[in-house]
C-alpha cells in the first residue's frame, strides 16, 4: 500500500542529524519568506502592509480579489516574481521538517511497525494543499484583473486545509514529545 510505502520511506530517513537539518532548512526558508529583501516584510513595504492570501485563513473569492487590489500593481509583481518563487520551497521545507521530526520522535518511544508512525504522513496533506493554493495564486496573480472565481473559490477552500494539517503536525510533534519523555521516566522509574 502506497501510503504504508511513503510512511517507511520517511521514517527510513528520519534520524537526529536529519531533523536539525531539516530544521535549519526550514528557518532558513522561512527567513527568507518573512523577511528582506526578498520576502513578506518587503512587501509589507511596498504595499502599506497589504497582506497575502497565502496568509489568510479563509477568505471569499471576492475577498481574495480585494486583497489583491490592495497589493497594488508593485505589490502583486513583487509577490509573484519574489515571494512566490520563495513560497516554492517552504512548503517543502515545512513539510520535511515535520514528517521526519515526527517520524523519529514517535520512533524513540512506540514500538517498530506502530500503526501510529503513519501519522508522519499528515505534513504531506499540509505541503500538497500549500502547493494546490500556490498554483491558484499564480493563476490568479497572472490573470490579474481578469478575476477567476473558481480559482479563488479553490484555494479559499485549500487554505483552511493547509492551516489544519500544519496544526495538526505540530500537534504529533507535541503529542511525540510528551509520549517520548512519559516514557523515559517510567523506564527511570522503572529502573
Excluded at 58 to 78: K, N, S
Excluded at 102 to 129: D, E, H, T, Y
Excluded at 134 to 149: F, K, Q, R
Excluded at 162 to 181: C, E, M, P, Q, R
Amino acid at each position: 500500500m502506497i501510503v504504508d510505502t511513503v510512511s517507511t520511506a520517511i521514517q527510513r530517513i528520519s534520524s537526529g542529524r536529519a531533523v536539525l537539518l531539516s530544521l535549519a532548512f526550514f528557518a532558513v526558508s522561512a527567513a527568507l519568506i518573512n523577511g528582506r529583501p526578498f520576502g513578506l516584510a518587503a512587501l509589507e513595504k511596498i504595499t502599506g502592509g497589504a497582506g497575502i492570501l497565502d496568509m489568510a485563513f479563509t477568505y471569499t473569492p471576492v475577498e481574495a480579489y480585494a486583497m489583491l487590489a490592495a497589493l497594488g500593481d508593485a505589490g502583486r509583481a513583487f509577490y509573484l516574481t519574489r515571494i512566490v518563487p520563495l513560497d516554492l520551497v517552504f512548503p517543502l521545507a515545512y513539510t520535511l521538517f515535520y514528517a521526519v521530526t515526527i517520524s523519529w520522535l514517535f520512533s524513540r518511544w512506540l514500538p517498530a511497525g506502530s500503526p501510529w508512525m503513519r501519522l508522519n504522513l499528515v505534513p504531506l496533506v499540509a505541503g500538497a494543499a500549500d502547493y494546490c493554493e500556490n498554483i491558484g495564486v499564480v493563476a490568479m496573480l497572472l490573470a490579474y484583473p481578469a478575476e477567476l472565481y473558481g480559482v479563488a473559490a479553490f484555494t479559499a477552500v485549500i487554505s483552511p486545509i493547509k492551516y489544519t494539517f500544519i496544526a495538526v503536525s505540530v500537534l504529533n510533534i507535541l503529542a511525540a514529545v510528551a509520549g517520548w519523555a512519559a516514557s523515559d521516566l517510567r523506564r527511570q522509574a522503572a529502573a
